[in-house]
């Protein structure tokens, strides 16, 4: 039995658990989003930009299946934490994030003399629909798999996990599809300030949608060998419904509007 575990049997406060895996990933995103990103695109440096993905990409991932790995460790007693009221908090710093990004764009939009500038092609209506309904679905999906870890049906919490899973992943690769679609018609962040504005909105509500399904993973991936755990499982279902919630946002000012 763990130090935690006999301080908690014992009537005693419990034992803090320190962990380098944070630390880690802190570096690796630091290689993989703001030294890669300037190395490219301010520094015009490709190959440095290359070597930055090279070193961040490896430590970001190592260091998530680190911290899975102590999350789901019985002996540190993680399922009494409190993670599930720590989400809310941390989305609403993401919501000011993306307030940002909006407020900014409306500033655009509202100044401009015509919109959309020169050089912006008609966006596409029918994707965007169906790429809400896949979305919007996996928030559904993943409260049916909530509500069978609730009743102890393993098997039915795994199948509905990957199904989330599974309509998270189709939405990714409809917006990589449609930013292709785009880009061979030449609308490329750097075409105009419409462009700029379009992908970098999506881009970062993308980049949220990673995120989520590398928390589903991380919960699918223990779940095989028989481990869940439910505060993990509703503060990444909690997360999932924000980023449902902020893609209806998303896709009415960038695509109807």
Not at 9 to 32: E, K, R
Not at 168 to 191: D, H, I, N, Q
Not at 223 to 244: E, N, Q
């Amino acid at each position: 039995m763990g130090e935690h575990t006999e301080a908690r049997a014992a009537g005693h406060a419990p034992v803090w658990h320190t962990s380098v895996w944070p630390l880690i990933l802190s570096v690796g995103i630091l290689f993989l989003v703001p030294l890669a990103f300037s190395a490219h695109f301010v520094y015009k440096n490709s190959m440095l930009s290359y070597i930055f993905l090279g070193i961040g990409a490896p430590l970001t991932i190592i260091s998530v299946a680190g911290w899975v790995k102590e999350g789901m460790a019985d002996e540190h007693g993680y399922g009494e934490g409190h993670s599930v009221w720590a989400m809310p908090i941390f989305i609403v710093s993401e919501a000011l994030l993306f307030f940002g990004f909006f407020a900014a764009y409306w500033v655009l939009r509202l100044s401009a003399s015509a919109w959309p500038p020169a050089g912006s092609p008609e966006m596409p209506l029918l994707m965007p629909v169906i790429m809400t309904v896949a979305l919007l679905s996996s928030s559904v999906t993943i409260h049916f798999a909530e509500e069978r870890m609730d009743r102890d049906d393993h098997s039915g919490f795994v199948r509905w996990l990957a199904i989330t899973m599974l309509l998270g992943g189709a939405f990714l690769g409809m917006s990589v599809y449609e930013w292709a679609g785009l880009f061979r018609e030449g609308f490329v962040p750097s075409t105009n300030v419409h462009s700029t504005a379009f992908f970098s909105v999506t881009g970062f509500h993308v980049s949220h949608v990673i995120v989520g399904l590398g928390m589903f993973l991380c919960v699918l991936l223990p779940a095989f060998s028989g481990k869940v755990s439910k505060p993990f499982v509703r503060a990444a279902s909690i997360y999932w419904h924000f980023v449902d919630i902020v893609w209806l946002f998303v896709v009415s000012q960038m695509y109807f509007w």
